[in-house]
Antibody, heavy 121, light 110 residues
Framework: QVQLVEFGGGVVQPGRSLRLSCATS????????MHWVRQSPGKGLEWVAG????????YYTDSVKGRFTVSGDSFKKTLFLQMNSLRAEDTAVYYC??????????????WGQGTLVTVSS | QSVLTQPPSASGTPGQRVSISCSGS????????VNWYQQLPGTAPKLLIY???QRPSGVPDRFSGSKSGTSASLAISGLQSEDEADYYC???????????FGPGTKVTVL
Protein backbone atom coordinates (compact mmCIF):
# COMPACT_ATOMS: atom_id res chain seq x y z
CA GLN A 1 0.00 0.00 0.00
CA VAL A 2 1.01 3.65 -0.36
CA GLN A 3 3.29 4.81 2.44
CA LEU A 4 5.03 8.12 3.05
CA VAL A 5 7.51 8.53 5.90
CA GLU A 6 9.14 11.87 6.70
CA PHE A 7 12.57 12.26 8.28
CA GLY A 8 14.88 15.08 9.20
CA GLY A 9 12.92 17.31 11.55
CA GLY A 10 14.48 18.78 14.65
CA VAL A 11 15.50 21.96 16.42
CA VAL A 12 17.50 24.47 14.38
CA GLN A 13 18.65 28.02 15.00
CA PRO A 14 17.23 30.94 12.98
CA GLY A 15 19.15 31.49 9.76
CA ARG A 16 20.37 27.89 9.58
CA SER A 17 19.39 25.13 7.16
CA LEU A 18 17.63 21.78 7.39
CA ARG A 19 16.74 19.12 4.83
CA LEU A 20 13.61 17.03 5.17
CA SER A 21 13.22 13.67 3.45
CA CYS A 22 10.09 11.74 2.56
CA ALA A 23 10.59 8.05 1.79
CA THR A 24 7.82 6.69 -0.41
CA SER A 25 6.63 3.17 -1.23
CA UNK A 26 3.67 1.48 -2.83
CA UNK A 27 3.58 3.56 -5.99
CA UNK A 28 5.87 4.62 -8.83
CA UNK A 29 7.77 7.79 -7.99
CA UNK A 30 7.55 10.56 -10.61
CA UNK A 31 4.11 9.42 -11.75
CA UNK A 32 2.22 11.54 -9.22
CA UNK A 33 2.61 15.16 -8.10
CA MET A 34 4.12 15.48 -4.64
CA HIS A 35 3.51 18.09 -1.96
CA TRP A 36 4.91 19.48 1.27
CA VAL A 37 2.28 20.88 3.64
CA ARG A 38 2.98 22.35 7.07
CA GLN A 39 0.99 23.04 10.19
CA SER A 40 2.21 25.47 12.83
CA PRO A 41 1.29 24.61 16.43
CA GLY A 42 -2.42 25.12 16.95
CA LYS A 43 -2.89 26.48 13.41
CA GLY A 44 -4.33 25.28 10.13
CA LEU A 45 -2.79 23.56 7.15
CA GLU A 46 -0.52 25.56 4.84
CA TRP A 47 0.67 24.25 1.50
CA VAL A 48 4.41 24.91 1.18
CA ALA A 49 5.71 23.41 -2.06
CA GLY A 50 5.00 20.83 -4.72
CA UNK A 51 6.22 19.14 -7.86
CA UNK A 52 4.49 18.07 -11.04
CA UNK A 53 4.00 14.34 -11.61
CA UNK A 54 7.30 14.04 -13.46
CA UNK A 55 9.24 16.46 -11.29
CA UNK A 56 9.77 18.92 -14.13
CA UNK A 57 7.82 21.73 -12.49
CA UNK A 58 8.26 23.05 -8.97
CA TYR A 59 5.80 25.25 -7.12
CA TYR A 60 6.22 27.25 -3.90
CA THR A 61 4.14 29.42 -1.63
CA ASP A 62 5.36 33.02 -1.59
CA SER A 63 6.73 32.96 1.96
CA VAL A 64 9.30 30.26 1.13
CA LYS A 65 10.30 31.23 -2.41
CA GLY A 66 14.05 31.66 -2.64
CA ARG A 67 14.60 29.86 0.68
CA PHE A 68 13.11 26.38 0.20
CA THR A 69 13.79 23.94 -2.63
CA VAL A 70 11.79 20.78 -3.37
CA SER A 71 13.45 17.92 -5.21
CA GLY A 72 13.21 14.18 -5.66
CA ASP A 73 15.35 11.11 -6.17
CA SER A 74 13.51 8.55 -8.30
CA PHE A 75 16.07 5.83 -7.57
CA LYS A 76 15.63 6.21 -3.83
CA LYS A 77 11.90 7.05 -4.26
CA THR A 78 12.43 9.95 -1.90
CA LEU A 79 11.16 13.53 -1.88
CA PHE A 80 13.25 16.25 -0.27
CA LEU A 81 12.65 19.74 1.06
CA GLN A 82 15.81 21.80 1.48
CA MET A 83 15.04 24.65 3.87
CA ASN A 84 17.53 27.53 4.10
CA SER A 85 17.50 30.79 6.04
CA LEU A 86 14.99 29.37 8.47
CA ARG A 87 12.81 31.70 10.51
CA ALA A 88 10.83 31.27 13.70
CA GLU A 89 7.63 31.34 11.65
CA ASP A 90 8.76 28.20 9.79
CA THR A 91 8.22 26.22 13.00
CA ALA A 92 5.66 23.56 12.14
CA VAL A 93 4.91 19.93 11.54
CA TYR A 94 5.83 19.26 7.93
CA TYR A 95 3.79 16.68 6.04
CA CYS A 96 4.74 14.99 2.80
CA UNK A 97 1.76 14.10 0.60
CA UNK A 98 1.13 12.46 -2.76
CA UNK A 99 -1.07 14.03 -5.43
CA UNK A 100 -4.20 12.07 -6.23
CA UNK A 101 -3.56 11.82 -9.98
CA UNK A 102 -1.15 13.19 -12.58
CA UNK A 103 -2.81 16.63 -12.64
CA UNK A 104 -0.86 19.20 -10.65
CA UNK A 105 -4.19 20.56 -9.41
CA UNK A 106 -5.57 17.24 -8.14
CA UNK A 107 -4.43 17.85 -4.58
CA UNK A 108 -3.01 15.42 -2.03
CA UNK A 109 -4.58 12.07 -1.22
CA UNK A 110 -2.05 10.06 0.84
CA TRP A 111 -0.19 11.80 3.68
CA GLY A 112 2.79 10.95 5.86
CA GLN A 113 2.72 11.20 9.65
CA GLY A 114 4.67 14.46 9.67
CA THR A 115 7.97 15.63 11.12
CA LEU A 116 8.35 18.56 13.53
CA VAL A 117 10.68 21.43 12.70
CA THR A 118 11.38 23.92 15.48
CA VAL A 119 13.29 27.09 14.66
CA SER A 120 14.57 28.60 17.87
CA SER A 121 17.74 30.05 19.32
CA GLN B 1 -5.19 35.30 5.46
CA SER B 2 -6.41 32.38 3.33
CA VAL B 3 -7.92 32.89 -0.11
CA LEU B 4 -10.56 30.32 0.86
CA THR B 5 -13.05 31.19 3.58
CA GLN B 6 -14.61 28.74 6.04
CA PRO B 7 -16.51 29.28 9.29
CA PRO B 8 -14.23 28.65 12.27
CA SER B 9 -16.66 26.30 13.97
CA ALA B 10 -19.79 24.19 13.54
CA SER B 11 -21.63 21.93 15.92
CA GLY B 12 -24.53 19.55 16.23
CA THR B 13 -25.98 16.79 18.33
CA PRO B 14 -25.60 13.13 17.42
CA GLY B 15 -27.73 12.25 14.43
CA GLN B 16 -28.04 15.84 13.21
CA ARG B 17 -26.85 17.19 9.88
CA VAL B 18 -24.00 19.71 9.81
CA SER B 19 -22.94 21.72 6.80
CA ILE B 20 -19.64 23.57 6.27
CA SER B 21 -19.22 26.21 3.59
CA CYS B 22 -16.07 27.12 1.67
CA SER B 23 -15.96 30.32 -0.37
CA GLY B 24 -13.30 31.07 -2.94
CA SER B 25 -12.91 32.83 -6.25
CA UNK B 26 -12.71 32.25 -9.98
CA UNK B 27 -9.00 31.42 -9.77
CA UNK B 28 -9.47 28.51 -7.38
CA UNK B 29 -12.87 26.93 -6.69
CA UNK B 30 -14.42 28.51 -9.76
CA UNK B 31 -11.92 26.75 -12.03
CA UNK B 32 -10.51 23.75 -10.20
CA UNK B 33 -11.72 20.78 -8.23
CA VAL B 34 -12.28 21.04 -4.50
CA ASN B 35 -11.03 18.54 -1.95
CA TRP B 36 -12.06 18.24 1.67
CA TYR B 37 -9.77 16.90 4.40
CA GLN B 38 -10.57 15.65 7.88
CA GLN B 39 -7.98 15.98 10.62
CA LEU B 40 -8.66 14.15 13.85
CA PRO B 41 -6.80 15.46 16.93
CA GLY B 42 -3.12 14.60 16.85
CA THR B 43 -3.22 12.89 13.47
CA ALA B 44 -2.32 13.64 9.86
CA PRO B 45 -5.03 14.96 7.54
CA LYS B 46 -7.11 12.45 5.62
CA LEU B 47 -8.74 12.97 2.22
CA LEU B 48 -12.49 12.96 2.81
CA ILE B 49 -13.97 14.25 -0.46
CA TYR B 50 -12.21 14.73 -3.80
CA UNK B 51 -13.29 16.34 -7.06
CA UNK B 52 -15.92 18.30 -5.11
CA UNK B 53 -18.31 15.38 -4.51
CA GLN B 54 -16.48 12.05 -4.68
CA ARG B 55 -15.73 9.87 -1.68
CA PRO B 56 -12.54 7.79 -1.49
CA SER B 57 -12.99 4.14 -0.67
CA GLY B 58 -13.76 3.67 3.01
CA VAL B 59 -15.31 7.08 3.64
CA PRO B 60 -18.89 6.68 4.94
CA ASP B 61 -21.66 7.98 2.73
CA ARG B 62 -22.69 10.26 5.62
CA PHE B 63 -20.13 12.64 4.15
CA SER B 64 -21.07 14.47 0.96
CA GLY B 65 -19.72 17.40 -0.98
CA SER B 66 -21.00 19.86 -3.53
CA LYS B 67 -19.78 22.82 -5.53
CA SER B 68 -21.51 25.72 -7.19
CA GLY B 69 -19.65 28.54 -8.87
CA THR B 70 -16.95 29.79 -6.52
CA SER B 71 -18.30 28.06 -3.42
CA ALA B 72 -18.30 24.53 -2.10
CA SER B 73 -19.80 22.79 0.88
CA LEU B 74 -19.35 19.68 2.95
CA ALA B 75 -22.29 18.02 4.66
CA ILE B 76 -22.16 15.49 7.45
CA SER B 77 -25.46 13.71 7.99
CA GLY B 78 -26.18 11.48 10.95
CA LEU B 79 -23.45 13.20 12.97
CA GLN B 80 -21.43 10.86 15.19
CA SER B 81 -19.04 11.52 18.07
CA GLU B 82 -16.09 10.28 16.01
CA ASP B 83 -16.76 13.08 13.52
CA GLU B 84 -15.31 15.63 15.98
CA ALA B 85 -12.39 16.97 13.98
CA ASP B 86 -11.08 19.87 11.94
CA TYR B 87 -12.26 20.01 8.34
CA TYR B 88 -10.39 21.83 5.58
CA CYS B 89 -11.43 22.67 2.04
CA UNK B 90 -8.68 23.02 -0.54
CA UNK B 91 -8.14 23.74 -4.22
CA UNK B 92 -5.46 24.69 -6.71
CA UNK B 93 -5.22 28.43 -7.32
CA UNK B 94 -4.29 29.43 -10.87
CA UNK B 95 -3.30 32.97 -9.87
CA UNK B 96 -1.02 31.89 -7.03
CA UNK B 97 0.17 28.84 -9.01
CA UNK B 98 -0.10 26.73 -5.92
CA UNK B 99 -2.43 24.76 -3.71
CA UNK B 100 -4.47 26.56 -1.06
CA PHE B 101 -6.26 25.37 2.05
CA GLY B 102 -9.12 27.02 3.85
CA PRO B 103 -8.53 28.06 7.47
CA GLY B 104 -10.38 25.01 8.75
CA THR B 105 -13.65 24.41 10.57
CA LYS B 106 -13.74 22.72 13.95
CA VAL B 107 -16.76 20.43 14.25
CA THR B 108 -17.99 19.73 17.76
CA VAL B 109 -20.51 17.03 18.61
CA LEU B 110 -22.60 18.30 21.51
Amino acid sequence: QVQLVEFGGGVVQPGRSLRLSCATSGFSFYTYPMHWVRQSPGKGLEWVAGTSYDGSKKYYTDSVKGRFTVSGDSFKKTLFLQMNSLRAEDTAVYYCARGRNFHDSSGPDYWGQGTLVTVSS
Amino acid sequence: QSVLTQPPSASGTPGQRVSISCSGSSSNIGTNIVNWYQQLPGTAPKLLIYSSNQRPSGVPDRFSGSKSGTSASLAISGLQSEDEADYYCAAWDDSLNGYVFGPGTKVTVL
